[in-house]
């Protein structure tokens, strides 16, 4: 009879239900976890990316009269080391693309532009009173440089110093370079000379 008692009796039958939820509560939510999906699979990491080995793309060959090109972005630094003076044309923060050098012990001037040549190449330097063309050779050093090998008596080294302005270096199969004259050429030269 405390069943029916329960049931009509309003109090009795809402204190069981309260006591009955906290009873009911955990078995719910064990229930419902149990019906969740399982976590997702992480996502296989992603294949390194090989680097492609990009040529670089041929030289744009500067068109019209020499002394009208762009001049090469750049400023010259000199310094001196145990082997003599040598000035750099470049930009600030990146390898020289120029380079002039005097080898006291060889009494010789070394100029050199970046980049590869190949066998039989030639380098010609024009200023404005004439130019002079030389063979030219890999220096074998990293970064890569074309280079030749003048005396500091060489006339078109006085050219140079007294181009207007500016001279010009081509070697085939590299970017020409059009270099402002600054007193640092100049500088190499008379301390080979000496």
């Known amino acids: 009879m405390r069943t029916s008692l329960a049931r009509c009796f309003w109090p009795y ?8 939820i906290p009873q009911i509560l955990p078995l719910a939510l064990l229930a419902l976890a149990g019906c969740s999906p399982a976590p997702p699979e992480p996502a296989p990491a992603p294949e390194p990316v090989k680097p492609v080995a990009a040529q670089a793309p041929a030289p744009t060959p500067l068109e019209g009269d020499w002394i009208d090109w762009p001049i090469t972005p750049g400023t010259w630094v000199y310094r001196t080391d145990a082997r003599g003076s040598l000035a750099l044309f470049g930009e600030a923060g990146r390898d020289a693309i120029f380079i002039i050098r005097c080898d006291r ?18 380098m010609r330097l024009r200023a404005s009173a004439g130019q002079a063309s030389y063979p030219v050779a890999n220096s074998g050093g990293t970064p890569a440089y074309a280079a030749i090998s003048v005396s500091p008596g ?17 070697t085939g199969g590299l970017q020409s370079l059009a270099i402002p004259v ?8 008379e301390d080979c000379r000496r």
């Open 154 to 170: 060489d006339i078109m080294m006085d050219r140079i110093a007294y181009s207007r302005g500016r001279f010009a270096v081509e």
């Open 13 to 20: 039958s809402v204190i069981m239900r309260i006591i009955s």
């Open 105 to 122: 012990s060889r009494r010789q001037l070394i100029i050199s532009r970046t980049g590869s040549v190949g066998d039989g190449a030639i």
């Open 182 to 189: 600054w007193p640092e050429f100049s500088r190499v030269v």
